[in-house]
């Protein structure tokens, strides 16, 4: 049990800021591919032994292999803790249906909680764009054996073994069917592991049904190695999905429609396997090239077998079971694998004398409800992840970590107050725990309190000085401030704890752009990338810092790159958008906006630019209503309040204009274009005294100006101050550049007029 708190206090105990945007990439797949092409359609990103999974996650190697993802093995070096993490290709997730539907599924998975015959999942996350579902590790024997597929290749079960096997088995999925699953689609000798005392461990609850709704599948796909056909899919008619050894008929037309029966149907197959030391009772001719044809016919053979060609017969006494699990109309079959149990174990004791009973299950633990908070808050489900943290609490409130773990469920709901108190409580009942120090300092980085983040940075770092991540989160905290150069060492001292960090080097990166270092900047930028070419947010500030040098076509090129890693980031499609302004293309940014909008509805900064684009579209009403949407997300968004002022200025709406400006420059009294642009619009309303005071406000500001200056004269010709018009109007001729040559000539042709007088 201590193992396992330990296992949950690895990294998800820190919010990171400046965390990339996550969504799978987009992947190339092999459609038909023939034997051994699971290697083939492998995820284009595999980590290799020694490589870092996210932050924490040592791979130390591959578990299994399929053309739908793999598992790697994996050491927490945070927790200790030796698990498997498994991981589904994200082109099988790059629809937002399937992708949330997958997270259901395996919560669903992850609610299961602890069972002595299902493999237990602990958490979904997100790690650069893919999805990982962290599992129990089931470590093989002296042998090497840990799964049924593995003991019907190499040491086939005798009978007395395969009904212990089999009546665990029903056991498990009794359980699994009245905590929610509905159909398992994917049962099979490699998803029934074997642990080390010989018992079964039920794995892989979900997958199957979730991609069973993908729709990025056209065709056929098929998943083969070493001569055996995996997971796979077909579009052509409904949606198949599963393995087709094991498929009963009609989960090759609707897989989403299966029930308890299918897997019934599925287990017989296992169940014939066992009795048959490991045949399978149909099999078509495998593929014999990659051809789409070869895959089609594949296919409709195996659907075939299973719907119509008769059961080959077996000399065993697991026939009679075999049988009626195989039946092709599924309310011909076992009903309930409480059913199939009954039958098993009246065998079994009369074979063997020996009676398996159903495992008594336990309540939940305070530590298994701080587990299960963690899963929910890994998923987005910050208010159930709260109701599971209360429990823990409830059971033990001395529980620091719980308390920890609230107050970021707490944040991630915006509930800052309210989280502050949780780590204040975290921290007196475990003086020596970093995490909500750093967890505390977040909080108050949300609420602006930027030096008492620091102060908890550095007693976090007290605790803990080679904590890599409390570094680079302390160098954004002070980068927040515009105290860059300070930000900058805290960089280089995560660097220097951890030179492969490319989130510290994609900072470093911001902070030498705040330095005006642009080179430099572009080079950790590089690094970044180097380090994790899928880093969609260092490709998009290389962007940015190119956009802010000018050249915008080069910023336009690293934004579209960072899309290919991260298409549904609002963020990035709105920057873009801000790149095709600058080069005037305002179709194309407003489209850019639109999906940006799209993704985020409540974006102010796509609605400021969508405003933008219909504003040069000459669209003045429709860039209006974008400006106050906006505001409406953002009441202190100062480019919105701007663009406001001006477009309703150029409308002719004076008073609200002044309005807009008055307000905006409540928020920045510095401004010195807000000041100018309100003078203009008092000018406009005949305001003159008011419009000159504005004008001279702004130039006090900035007093080379030489609009500021022109208008200042416009207004004092107005009111008769000849002297002092006659000095604004110089001061336009002396200051303005060759492109101010409207107001350079009206300026020119006044002062002859009033000098001349």
């Known amino acids: 049990m201590k193992i396992f708190k330990q296992f949950f206090r690895r990294n998800f105990r820190y919010l990171w800021w400046d965390r990339p945007p996550e969504l799978g990439n987009n992947r190339t797949e092999v459609r038909t591919p023939g034997k051994d092409s699971a290697a083939q359609s492998l995820p284009s990103v595999v980590y ?30 945070t927790s200790g803790t030796v698990f498997a993490l498994k991981t589904v290709r994200d082109d099988f997730l790059d629809d937002a249906e399937t992708r949330e539907r997958f997270r259901r599924e395996a919560q669903v998975w992850v609610d299961l909680g602890r069972h002595p015959y299902l493999v237990r999942a602990y958490y979904v996350d997100d790690i650069r764009g893919r999805l990982f579902i962290a599992m129990e590790y089931i470590a093989p024997n002296e042998q090497g054996l840990n799964s049924l597929e593995g003991y019907l290749t190499s040491r086939p079960p005798d009978l007395a073994q395969s009904l212990r096997w089999s009546v665990q088995f029903c056991h498990g999925m009794e359980y699994a069917y009245t ?38 599948r056209p065709g056929i796909t098929l998943s083969i190695r070493d001569d055996r056909v995996g997971l796979s899919c077909q579009t052509l008619r409904g949606t198949g999905f599963g393995t087709p050894g094991y498929m009963p008929a009609e989960q090759f037309k609707s897989a989403a429609e299966c029930d308890e029966r299918s897997d019934i149907y599925a287990f017989g197959v296992v169940l014939y396997q066992m009795a048959s030391g490991g045949k ?87 530590w298994e409800w701080s587990n299960k908070g963690l899963s929910l808050y890994a998923l987005g489900q910050h208010s159930e992840a709260i109701q599971c943290l209360d429990q823990a609490l409830a059971l033990d409130p001395l529980d620091a970590g719980a308390w920890n773990d609230k107050g970021r469920s707490l944040s991630a709901l915006g509930r800052f107050e309210e989280a502050l108190g949780c780590y204040d409580r975290a921290v007196e009942l475990d003086q020596g725990y970093s995490y909500p120090w750093v967890n505390k300092a977040l909080a108050l980085q949300a609420l602006r309190r930027y030096e008492e983040a620091l102060r908890c940075y550095d007693d976090a770092l007290k605790l803990d000085p080679r904590a890599a991540w409390t570094w680079n989160n302390k160098g954004l905290c002070l980068h927040g401030l515009g105290r860059f150069s300070e930000s900058l060492s805290c960089y280089d001292e995560a660097l220097k704890l951890d030179p492969r960090n490319s989130y510290a080097w994609n900072n470093k990166g911001l902070s030498l752009q705040g330095l005006g270092r642009l080179e430099e900047a572009l080079s950790c930028f590089d690094r970044a990338l180097e380090l994790d070419p899928g880093y969609s947010a260092a490709w998009q500030n290389k962007g940015l810092s190119l956009r802010h040098a000018g050249r915008v076509t080069d910023a336009l090129y690293y934004f579209d790159k960072a899309l290919e890693f991260d298409p549904r980031d609002a963020k990035l499609w709105s920057n873009k958008a801000s ?54 997300h953002d009441p202190l968004h100062l480019n919105a309040w701007h663009n406001k002022g001006n477009i309703l200025h150029e409308l002719g709406h004076f008073e609200e204009a002044v309005d807009c400006y008055r307000h905006l420059l409540q928020l920045d009294p510095r401004n010195s274009w807000t000041w100018l642009n309100k003078g203009r619009s008092l000018h406009s309303l005949g305001r003159l005294r008011e419009a000159l005071h504005c004008y001279d406000e702004s130039l006090k500001l900035h007093p080379y100006d030489p609009l500021a200056w022109y208008n200042k004269g416009l207004a004092e010709d107005k009111l008769g101050q000849r002297h002092d018009a006659v000095y604004s109007f110089q001061q336009v001729v002396k200051l303005a550049p060759p492109d101010y040559r409207d107001e350079i000539q009206y300026s020119r042709r006044r002062l002859q007029e009033l000098e001349g007088g």
Not at 49 to 77: A, N, P, T
Not at 194 to 216: C, Q, Y
Not at 587 to 599: H, P, R, T, V, W
């Open 48 to 77: 290799k032994k020694g490589e870092i999974i996210g932050r924490d996650y040592r791979v130390y190697g591959v578990l299994g292999i399929g053309g739908f993802g793999l598992v790697y093995l994996v050491y927490s070096h």
């Open 179 to 216: 905590r929610g699953i509905l159909c398992h689609r994917d049962i099979k000798p490699s998803n029934i592991l074997i642990s080390k005392d010989r018992m079964v461990k039920i794995s892989d609850f979900g997958l199957a049904g979730a991609l069973a709704t993908s729709k990025s």
């Open 280 to 366: 399978l009772p149909f099999l078509a001719v495998l593929p014999r090239d990659n051809s789409e044809a070869e895959a089609v016919r594949f296919w409709i053979e195996m659907y075939k077998r299973h719907s119509e060609y008769p059961i080959p017969r077996l000399n065993s006494p697991l026939f009679r079971m075999i049988e009626r699990c195989l039946q092709k109309d599924p309310r011909r079959r076992y009903q309930t694998f409480a059913d199939l149990s009954s039958d098993l174990e009246m065998l079994l004791m009369n074979y063997t004398g020996e009676v398996i009973r159903p495992p008594e299950l336990k309540a939940l633990e305070a």
């Open 579 to 632: 790149a095709l302004l600058a080069l005037g293309r305002y179709e194309e940014a407003l489209g850019c906006c639109d999906i940006a909008l799209e993704l985020k509805a409540e974006y102010a900064h796509a609605w400021n630019n969508k405003g933008i684009c219909l504003k040069g579209l000459g669209r003045g009403e429709e860039a209006l209503r974008c400006y106050d949407r906006a505001l409406q």
